[in-house]
Antibody, heavy 116, light 109 residues
């Protein structure tokens, strides 16, 4: 069974940092490109970042302005998102996901709340 | 950053047909944007219905189809069912940078 389990969310003050993790199981993680997607409460989906299977290609949403860093460790079947200089508007559920012609894998999400 | 636009809401009668569209402020949507369509129901993670504009997955109900029409990506639902009531999002790729549309809330009524 394919599973993506996010962790690392929580309450953080504006300007603070968090590192999200996503542990994959049930599929050959190193073969799949991965994404982070977020969804603010009651709002739509927002794509955050992409990393290719071998980390050769990395892309970010323009709105993040260099505050977030995506990475992966294929030996640990894990995806990460380092989030710095957090703002109130970064409050959202963060999903790790992989989609394409042969995949449609989503985690259950982890909630990040940025508030003073 | 590019802006992707969808209808905020649409209503379809049970058994009816409806088309959702997805446009880009940078110009016409093409196969080079690799359009995806996702369905999200309340409290659930999204799931892919259509990839690369018109390709379906094994789990995509046959009543859903995707196309490129008039410079837009389109998702057509033929024979709407009550369980199709959901939020639908398109996703376009701009040289690797992905952008979701704002979503279309589809009501089956």
């Amino acid at each position: 069974e394919v599973q993506l389990v996010e962790s690392g969310g929580g309450l953080v003050k504006p300007g603070g940092s968090l590192r999200l993790s996503c542990e994959a199981s049930g599929f050959t993680f190193y073969n799949y490109n991965m994404n982070w997607v977020r969804q603010a409460p009651g709002k739509g989906l927002e794509w955050v970042s992409f990393i290719s299977s071998s980390s050769s290609y990395i892309y970010y949403a323009d709105s993040l302005k260099g505050r977030f860093t995506i990475s992966r460790d294929n030996a640990r079947n894990s995806l990460y998102l380092q989030m710095n200089s957090l703002r109130v508007e970064d409050t959202a559920v963060y999903y790790c996901a992989s989609w394409g012609s042969i995949s449609d894998f989503w985690g259950q999400g982890t909630l990040v709340t940025v508030s003073s | 950053q590019a802006v992707v636009t969808q209808e905020p809401s649409l209503t379809v009668s049970p058994g009816g047909t409806v088309t959702l569209t997805c446009s880009s402020n940078t110009g016409g949507v093409t196969s080079g944007h690799y359009p995806f369509w996702f369905q999200q129901k309340p409290g659930q993670a999204p799931r892919t219905l259509i990839y690369d504009a018109s390709n379906t997955h094994s789990w995509t109900p046959a009543r859903f189809s995707g196309s490129l029409v008039g410079g837009k990506a389109a998702l057509t639902l033929s024979g709407a069912q009550p369980e199709d009531e959901a939020e639908y999002y398109c996703l376009l790729s701009y040289s690797g940078v992905r952008v979701f549309g704002g979503g279309t809330k589809l009501t089956v009524l």
